[in-house]
């Protein structure tokens, strides 16, 4: 078996059930070491953990595929949710291993930002630039998004300074492709851990420096009228 798991916004307690039995199960749990951090309260003591990083991922993913095809219960970690921010990390288990694999879906940061900022994902578009290759396509979408009047929750990109797109860039990028300076915006650090929260505009935050660790708002100029029925009337 190998299975991999959206470990949460970065609190264990927003790992859900069975996530939390799998780990307990496993034989081999494996994942970035910020994920495995997480849940490494509840990493049996017999397993062998499997620890990586953007430079050696590829050489110990091969580690745990071959723990799996030796017929070991593997368990790989994801932060958040696999199929918010993760999936290209999902498409390296499954090249190491050779066919699919099981997920079994976290909780994201957009969700627990969208519970804290109250907005509905149904006027709410999604977008995440932390993933490697060609991030235009996503610019490109991000400004119809805003322009098509709805919300956007932005997850940027926060690697090396020659492709970094933190919310200030994404901020610049914007305007200069002519969204209103005027929409307000926030960042959100460090969800679910020592939280911080920020609050201006697009042109406020073309200034603003903020951690590897954030999450970004843009709220549309128009929210969308109640569409439920009016009171009734005492």
Not at 8 to 32: C, K, M, N, S
Not at 146 to 152: C, H, K, P, V, Y
Not at 183 to 210: I, K, M, Q, S, Y
Request: with cysteine; glycine share 6%; aromatic share 8%.
């Amino acid at each position: 078996m190998i299975i991999c798991i959206g470990a949460g916004p970065g609190d264990i307690g927003y790992l859900t059930q069975r996530g939390a039995e799998l780990i307990r199960d496993a034989e081999v749990v494996a994942g970035f070491d910020t994920v495995v951090n997480v849940v490494k309260s509840i990493i049996p003591a017999s397993a062998e953990v499997v620890l990586m990083n953007y430079r050696d991922q590829v050489a110990q993913l091969e580690r745990v595929a071959a723990a799996h095809h030796a017929g070991r219960r593997c368990v790989v970690v994801f932060m958040g949710d696999i199929h918010f921010s993760g999936f290209q990390y999902l498409e390296r288990v499954e090249r190491a291993c050779g066919h699919p694999v099981d997920t079994l879906p976290g909780i994201s940061s957009a969700q627990i930002l969208a519970s804290r900022a109250r907005v509905c994902f149904d006027e709410t578009t999604f977008i995440t630039f932390h993933r490697r290759g060609d991030l235009m396509p996503f610019k490109r979408h991000l400004v119809h998004v805003l322009n098509d009047e709805r919300n956007a929750i932005v997850i940027p990109c926060p690697w090396d300074a020659a492709r970094s797109f933190m919310p200030r860039h994404i901020a610049a990028y914007l305007l200069e492709n002519g969204v209103s300076p005027a929409h307000p915006t926030e960042v959100w650090e460090n969800l679910t851990r020592a939280e911080a929260e920020w609050h201006g505009t697009l042109a406020d935050c073309v200034v603003r420096d903020f951690t590897d660790m954030s999450i970004m708002l843009i709220r549309t100029h128009k929210p969308m009228a109640s569409q439920i029925e009016p009171a009734a009337r005492q």
